[in-house]
């Protein structure tokens, strides 16, 4: 084997995808000493997004004082880089309003909110930045975007006129009426580009509540009251600004975030995978290799929507390229693998049988040692050729 590619997702709360790419490329070379192994950034529009765009665009990182999902004081990072001469920032939502900022016993969508977003957003209008590139996955939210809205100046009233502040997840269904803010500089001339990595829609059964919301914390008798919110704002923007966000496809991303944007920002959504291959030039990258090595912390249901896994084994099915995944945990079955494109799909470990197995598998060098020795049996036990023979 002469070339491998390694392009993984980050292994969310263990490893970055570089360092996911590293301890791979490890074990390519245990196996292979003498095989050339370009490892790559990648994310498709949660944690690592900004990273992997601003080092792509060969911007620069920049940081901000923002509230994180509970309100509490944190810094940001986020990337500004000259695209076509338009000074952009490259951000990631999970920066200020992700799941990962919270420990468990705090996660509680009826709390939390994407206030901390706006405040990003609005440092990079301050900072003379007109068009957004923005990743929304991972959030910890399903405030419908308002609390980004309200940092950005819009207003929100109840049905008495009373105005609402703070706004959070259990506070969406008193909202009745939405002001656009008077005078936030930038604001109006800014374009947003939204990188997303699921369709959800922004309301009912298959919506922002319904399917998000049990990850973020959110018991039974907390979806409803979430969907609920959710519903009525809805009514609000289709019967105020004319936009039904329970037709359109990523508007229930980040809790309903994907719809703020849309209704409110003009956003367009596109796939946060195809947004940053395009951009580290990933199809370039894979010529002439033999194979390409990719990853994420959980293989599921979710693999195959628009997350890293799929993108590149898009793109490597039409070079005829070979693909092995590796997974913190897999649920996939043998038949969703091979329709996912994968030539090959392994475990890096045992499925941890409690939480304390859970706590060690993750730790960043327990998680690197089992990607390595998972990758050099792979490649030890499987020669190319049968590779091939599985695409």
Do not use: W
Request: glycine content about 12%; aromatic content about 4%.
């Amino acid at each position: 084997m002469r070339k491998v590619v390694i392009a993984p997702d980050s292994f969310k709360g263990s490893l970055s995808s570089l360092e996911a790419a590293y301890a791979a490329a490890a074990g390519v070379r245990a196996v292979f000493p003498e095989c050339e192994t370009i490892c790559l950034e990648t994310a498709d529009g949660g944690e690592g997004t900004a990273s992997a765009l601003t080092k792509a665009l060969k911007g620069q990182m920049t940081e901000a004082i923002v509230s994180d999902p509970l309100g509490r004081k944190i810094t940001a990072a986020y990337g500004i880089a000259e695209i076509s001469g338009m000074k952009t920032a490259v951000m990631e939502m999970s920066q200020a309003s992700g799941l990962t900022l919270l420990d468990p016993e705090e996660r509680n969508p009826l709390l939390t909110s994407t206030y901390g977003t706006g405040e990003m957003i609005h440092d990079a209008l301050h900072k003379g930045c007109r068009r957004f590139l923005i990743g929304i996955g991972g959030s910890a939210t399903n405030d419908a975007g308002t609390g980004m809205l309200e940092a950005l100046g819009f207003s929100f009233f109840d049905k008495e006129g009373q105005r609402i502040t703070g706004l959070c997840g259990g506070l969406v269904s008193r909202i009745s009426k939405i002001e656009p803010p008077v005078h936030t500089p930038g604001l109006a001339e800014s374009e947003f580009i939204v990188a997303c990595d699921v369709e959800t829609p922004f309301c009912g059964p298959e919506g922002a509540a319904a399917v998000f919301g049990p990850q973020k914390g959110a018991t039974p008798e907390t979806v409803v009251l979430l969907e609920a919110g959710m519903q009525s704002l809805n009514n609000v923007i289709s019967r105020d600004f004319g936009t039904d966000l329970s037709e359109i496809k990523g508007s229930g991303a980040a809790g309903g975030l994907g719809g703020a944007f849309q209704a409110f920002l003009g956003a367009s959504l596109q796939s946060g995978i195809d947004m940053v291959l395009e951009a580290i030039g990933f199809e370039e990258a894979i010529q002439g290799a033999d194979l390409i090595i990719t990853g994420e912390g959980k293989m599921d249901i979710q693999t195959a929507r628009g997350k890293v896994i799929s993108g590149v084994a898009s793109i490597a099915r039409k070079h005829g390229i070979p693909v092995m995944a590796i997974a913190g945990i897999m649920d996939m079955t043998e038949t969703e693998i091979r329709d996912l494109g994968l030539s090959a799909a392994y475990p890096i470990c045992p499925r941890p049988e409690d939480r304390s197995g859970l706590e060690h598998a993750m730790r960043p060098e327990t998680a690197s040692k089992n990607i390595t020795a998972t990758v050099a049996r792979a490649l030890e036990s499987l020669s190319p050729s049968s590779f091939r023979a599985n695409l």
